[in-house]
C-alpha cells in the first residue's frame, strides 16, 4: 500500500515538476506596467527617442502587431519600397507633417487607416501619457528620418491636459456665470453626445421633444443622477453621462436649464 | 466523525464565508466610508501571490463542488430509468464527498475574501460598490444550495423507491440549478474586470455604473458557458483518479471491477466533454477580441503568446492519456483484439496533430531574435504554425479520439441488424468525408486571407460534429439487438493504465491553472481593463515562468487537500461492493420498498 501510494504521489508530482519545467524553459516574457515619463528640463532627443523606443518594444505593447503577422504595417522594416516609418510618415498624408501623422495615428487610430489592414489599433492616450505618446512619436520619427518632436509639444500637451482636466474632474468643468440655456447645454458639453435640432451628436437620447415625455422634475433627476435610468435603446452607453452636473451648475443655472429642456416639446 | 460534528464544521464555514461577504464588503462598499490606504502586504510572496493562490484554490475546489453534481444526477438519472443501480451508488458515493469538499470550498472563499479586503481594499470597494446587491443573493443562493445539498445527500436512502426517487432526483437538479446561479454571479464579478461597459473610464465613479451593464457585460456568458463545460470535465476527472486509486489500492476482484468501471465512467465524461470545451474556448477568444482587439491581441499574439504552446502541449497529453487509456482498456474486452492493429495509426495521427498544434508562430521577438530567424516568422516551423494548419490538426485528434470511443463501444458486440455492414460503411464514409472536409480547408486556408480563413474553421467544425452526431446515431441504432462477444471483465486493467488517470488529472488542474493565468493576466497592469489600474507593486504580469511556479503550488495544494477529502471519505463511511457482473438491475422506480444492493445501509432510515 505505502509502495502503491509512493508511486501515485511520485506520478502526480512528477508531471507538475514537468510542466513548471517546461513553461520556465520557454522564452519568458514579461508585461511591465508604463512607467511615468519623467523627462527633465533640458532633456535632449536621444533621451527622448530612447524613453519611446522602450514603450515601443515593452510597455506600450506596439510589437504585438507592428512587427510580426499581418495584422498590422511593419514600422521597423520597409513597406514595399515606401521605406521605414520615418521615411514614409510624411508621405502619407497630404499637407499633414510627419510628427502630427504619427501623433493622431496614435490618439484617432481610425483616422488614417492603412489599406488593407483592419481598424484593431487602440486610442493609445487611455493607457499612455501625452508625454509617453510624444515619446513614442519621436521614436518612430528616428527611423530613416528626421526628429521633430520638441520639448514644446509635450509641453502643449501637458498644459491642454491640464486645463480641460483640472485636477482629476471631467471635461469642462469651468462653469461660467451665464444663464443662457442654449449656451450652458454647449458649454457643458451636454450637445456632444445629445441631439437638441440639428445640433449634437447621437450618443445619447436626444433632447428635442424631451419636454413632451418627461416633466421639469424627471428631467432634474436625469442631470443629476442621469445613471439612475436608462433610457431604452441606449444600455450600451449606460453609465457613461458624468454624474456632476449638481456640483459645476448653479442652483439658477440648473433651474434655467431644466424648465428650458421642459419646454422642448 | 459523527454527522452532526460534520454538520456543525461545515455550517461554521459557511457562516464564516457569509459573515465576510455580508459584513465587511457592503461596509466597505458604503459611500462615503474613506479608504485609509490603496494596498496591503502579504509576507514573503505578496499581495499578488496571495490572492492568486486562495482564488485559484477556491475555484477548484468550486468546479469540483459544481462539476460533480452534474455528474452525480446524470448517473442517478442512468439508475433511475436504465434500472441500473451501480450508477445510484456511483452517484451517491460521489455526493459524499462533495459534502465535505463544499466546506473547503467555502474556507477558501472566506480566506480570498478576507485577502482582498485586507490586501485590495480600493479595489475591492470599488467591486462591491457596483455589486454589492448581487453579492447579497449570492450569499442567499448559497444557503439555499447548502441546505438542498444535505437534503439531498442525507435524503438518499429516505427518498430512493417510487415517486420519493424522481423528487430526490429533483432536489438534484435544483442542486445544479442554485450552484449553477451561484457561479453565474461570481462570474459577473471576474468577467466585469475584464469587459467593463463600454463608454466607462478611470473617471466613472462606481456608484453611477449600471448594475445590469456591469453583470451583464461582453465576456460573462460565453465565461459561463465555458465553465459549466470545464467544470463537468474537471468532475469527470477527478472521480476517475478517484477510482484509479481505488483500484490501485483494491483487496477483492469485486472492488477492483466496480472502480475499473467507475474510472471508465468519469474518463468517458471526462474526454468526452473536453471534445466540445474548445468549441466554448474559441466563442469566449472571439468575444474578447470583439470587446477589445488590444486584449485579444494581448492574449493571442502579445506576450502571452508562448502560452498557447503550452497550452497546446498540455492538451495534447490529455489526447494521448486519454486515448491510451481506451486503448490499454479493450484489453479487457472480448473481441477488442480484431482493432487492435489499427491502434499505432491512431497514434500516430495523434503525435503528429500534437506537433502541429504545439509549433509556435506569431511569437513575440526582439529584433535579434527576429534577425536570427530571417523574418518575423520561422522558416519552416511558420508553415505550420498557422490557424490553417493548427485546426486542421486539432479537428483531426477529436476525430481520432472519437474513432478511439466507437472501437471501444464496438469491440465486445456482434450487430444482428440486416443492414449492419451497410451502417458500419457509411460510418466509415461520415469520418472519411469528415477528414477530408478538414483537410480540404486546411489546405485552401494557404491561399485566402486572413478573414476568408478564420471563416474555414466554422467548415471544419461542422462537419467533424455532424458526423460524430450521425455516428452516434447509427451506432445506437446498430446496437439493437445485438450479440456479446463476451462480457467486460471489470478489474482486469493492468495498473499503467490507472496512472494515465493521474495524468488526466494533473493535466486537467494545470490546465485550469493556466488558463485562469491566461483570463485574468490579458488585463495586464488593469484590475479594471482601462478603468482601474493596478498602482501596487505587484502590477506587472509575471512571465509564463513564474506563473507556472504559482500554478504548480495552486495545483499541489489543491490535490493534497482533495486526497485528504478523498481518505476522509473512506473513514466516513465504506462503499459497499457488489460483485459485476451481472450488472444488477433493480427497479428503483417499483412502487414497493426494496434496498438497493450496495446502497449504504447503514444509513438505512428506520422505516
Not at chain 1, 147 to 162: F, P, R, T
Not at chain 1, 198 to 203: H, K, L, R, T
Not at chain 2, 245 to 251: D, G, I, P, Q
Not at chain 2, 526 to 539: C, G, K, L, Q
Request: proline fraction near 4%; glycine fraction near 10%.
Amino acid at each position: 500500500m505505502i509502495a502503491t501510494n509512493l508511486k501515485i504521489i511520485s506520478v502526480t508530482l512528477g508531471t507538475i515538476l514537468f510542466y513548471t519545467f517546461l513553461a520556465n524553459a520557454i522564452p519568458q516574457v514579461e508585461s511591465e506596467v508604463p512607467a511615468a515619463l519623467a523627462l527633465g528640463a533640458g532633456f535632449t532627443t536621444e533621451e527622448l527617442v530612447s524613453a519611446g523606443e522602450d514603450l515601443y518594444f515593452g510597455a506600450g505593447g506596439c510589437t504585438a502587431c507592428h512587427g510580426t503577422g499581418t495584422r498590422a504595417p511593419n514600422l521597423e522594416t520597409a513597406e514595399g519600397s515606401e521605406g521605414l516609418i520615418g521615411e514614409r510618415c510624411e508621405a502619407r498624408t497630404e499637407g499633414v507633417a510627419c510628427k502630427e501623422y504619427l501623433h493622431e495615428s496614435l490618439v484617432d487610430p481610425n483616422g488614417y487607416l492603412v489599406e488593407g489592414y483592419q481598424p484593431i489599433m487602440p486610442d493609445m492616450s487611455r493607457t499612455l501619457s501625452d508625454a509617453q505618446i510624444w515619446a513614442l512619436v519621436a521614436y518612430m520619427e528616428s527611423l530613416g528620418g528626421e526628429v521633430s518632436v520638441v520639448a514644446a509639444d509635450i509641453e502643449e500637451a501637458a498644459s491642454a491636459s491640464a486645463a480641460s482636466t483640472g485636477a482629476g474632474a471631467p471635461a469642462a468643468v469651468t462653469a461660467s456665470a451665464t444663464m443662457e440655456p442654449l449656451e450652458l447645454l454647449r458649454e457643458h458639453q451636454c450637445l456632444l453626445c445629445h441631439m437638441l435640432g440639428d445640433e449634437g451628436g447621437p450618443i445619447g437620447p436626444p433632447l428635442t421633444g424631451i419636454g413632451a415625455e418627461q416633466d421639469a422634475e424627471s428631467i432634474r433627476h436625469a442631470i443629476l443622477q442621469p445613471n439612475a435610468d436608462t433610457t431604452a435603446g441606449y444600455e450600451a452607453v449606460a453609465g457613461t453621462m458624468p454624474a456632476t452636473f449638481g456640483q459645476q451648475l448653479t442652483a439658477a443655472q440648473l433651474e434655467a436649464m431644466v424648465q428650458y429642456l421642459a419646454t422642448q416639446r | 466523525m459523527s454527522r452532526s460534528l460534520r454538520s456543525c464544521r461545515i455550517l461554521s464555514a459557511l457562516l464564516l464565508a457569509v459573515a465576510t461577504v455580508v459584513i465587511v464588503g457592503p461596509l466597505l462598499a458604503q459611500e462615503g466610508v474613506t479608504i485609509g490606504r490603496q494596498y496591503g502586504d502579504f509576507p514573503v510572496i505578496g499581495a499578488r501571490g496571495a490572492v492568486w493562490i486562495a482564488a485559484q484554490v477556491h475555484l477548484l475546489f468550486a468546479a469540483f463542488v459544481l462539476g460533480v453534481p452534474m455528474f452525480a444526477i446524470v448517473a442517478e438519472a442512468i439508475g433511475i430509468f436504465g434500472k441500473d443501480a451501480r450508477y445510484d451508488r456511483l452517484a451517491k458515493e460521489f455526493t459524499r464527498l462533495l459534502v465535505i469538499a463544499y466546506s473547503a470550498t467555502a474556507i477558501w472563499g472566506a480566506v480570498l475574501t478576507f485577502f482582498l479586503t485586507t490586501l485590495y481594499p480600493a479595489f475591492w470597494s470599488h467591486l462591491a460598490e457596483i455589486f454589492e446587491v448581487s453579492m447579497w443573493i449570492y450569499v442567499g443562493l448559497f444557503f439555499v444550495e447548502t441546505f438542498t445539498l444535505y437534503l439531498y445527500y442525507y435524503g438518499w436512502n429516505h427518498w430512493k423507491v417510487g415517486r420519493a426517487k424522481l423528487a430526490h432526483w429533483g432536489l438534484g437538479i435544483l442542486l445544479n440549478i442554485w450552484g449553477t446561479a451561484v457561479m453565474f454571479i461570481a462570474n459577473s464579478w471576474l468577467s466585469y474586470m475584464m469587459s467593463p461597459p463600454e463608454g466607462m473610464t478611470a473617471d466613472t465613479a462606481p456608484g453611477m455604473v449600471q448594475f445590469w451593464s456591469a453583470f451583464a457585460n461582453a465576456t460573462w456568458m460565453p465565461i459561463n458557458i465555458h465553465r459549466i463545460i470545464a467544470n463537468v470535465v474537471f468532475g469527470g476527472a477527478i472521480v476517475a483518479a478517484y477510482s484509479g486509486y481505488r483500484f490501485l489500492l483494491a483487496k477483492s476482484d469485486e472492488e477492483r471491477a466496480h472502480y475499473d468501471w467507475m474510472g471508465y465512467v468519469g474518463n468517458l465524461i471526462a474526454i468526452g466533454a473536453l471534445i466540445v470545451l474548445p468549441f466554448a474556448g474559441y466563442w469566449l477568444g472571439r468575444e474578447i477580441y470583439e470587446y477589445n482587439q488590444q486584449m485579444g491581441i494581448t492574449m493571442m499574439g502579445g506576450f502571452m503568446s508562448w502560452l498557447w504552446i503550452i497550452q497546446a502541449f498540455l492538451i495534447g497529453v490529455l489526447f494521448l492519456a486519454g486515448n491510451y487509456y481506451l486503448w490499454v482498456g479493450m484489453g479487457r474486452i472480448p473481441g477488442a483484439e480484431r482493432f487492435t492493429p489499427y491502434i499505432k495509426y491512431m497514434l500516430l495521427v495523434l503525435v503528429i496533430g500534437v506537433i502541429v498544434w504545439a509549433t509556435p508562430h506569431t511569437m513575440i521577438a526582439d529584433r535579434d531574435e527576429l534577425a536570427a530567424m530571417g523574418g518575423t516568422h520561422h522558416p519552416f516551423l511558420g508553415v505550420l504554425g498557422v490557424m490553417s494548419a493548427k485546426n486542421t490538426a486539432v479537428n483531426l485528434m477529436i476525430l481520432t479520439t472519437f474513432l478511439s470511443f466507437l472501437l471501444y463501444r464496438r469491440a465486445n458486440i456482434r450487430p444482428t441488424v440486416s443492414w449492419a455492414k451497410t451502417g458500419t460503411l457509411i460510418q466509415g464514409g461520415f469520418f472519411v468525408l469528415a477528414a477530408l472536409i478538414v483537410l480540404f480547408y486546411g489546405i485552401y486556408g494557404y491561399f485566402v486571407t486572413a478573414i476568408v480563413r478564420i471563416g474555414f474553421s466554422v467548415y471544419q467544425v461542422l462537419s467533424v460534429l455532424i458526423a460524430i452526431v450521425a455516428v452516434v446515431i447509427i451506432d445506437v441504432m446498430l446496437a439493437r439487438g445485438a450479440e456479446s462477444r463476451g462480457d467486460i471483465r471489470w478489474g482486469q486493467m493492468p495498473p499503467r493504465s490507472q496512472y494515465a488517470l493521474f495524468v488526466l488529472v494533473v493535466t486537467f488542474t494545470w490546465l485550469m491553472g493556466l488558463m485562469g493565468f491566461a483570463r485574468s493576466g490579458i488585463r495586464q497592469h488593469w484590475h479594471v481593463w482601462e478603468v482601474m489600474p493596478d498602482t501596487s507593486a505587484w502590477a506587472a504580469t509575471p512571465a509564463l515562468g513564474y506563473a507556472a511556479q504559482m500554478i504548480s503550488v495552486c495545483v499541489a495544494v489543491f490535490l493534497a487537500m482533495i486526497s485528504f477529502i478523498f481518505w476522509l471519505g473512506g473513514l466516513i463511511e465504506k462503499p459497499d461492493v457488489v460483485a459485476e457482473p451481472p450488472e444488477p438491475r433493480e427497479p428503483l422506480l417499483e412502487s414497493h420498498r426494496r434496498p438497493i444492493p450496495g446502497s449504504d445501509l447503514d444509513f438505512q432510515p428506520a422505516d
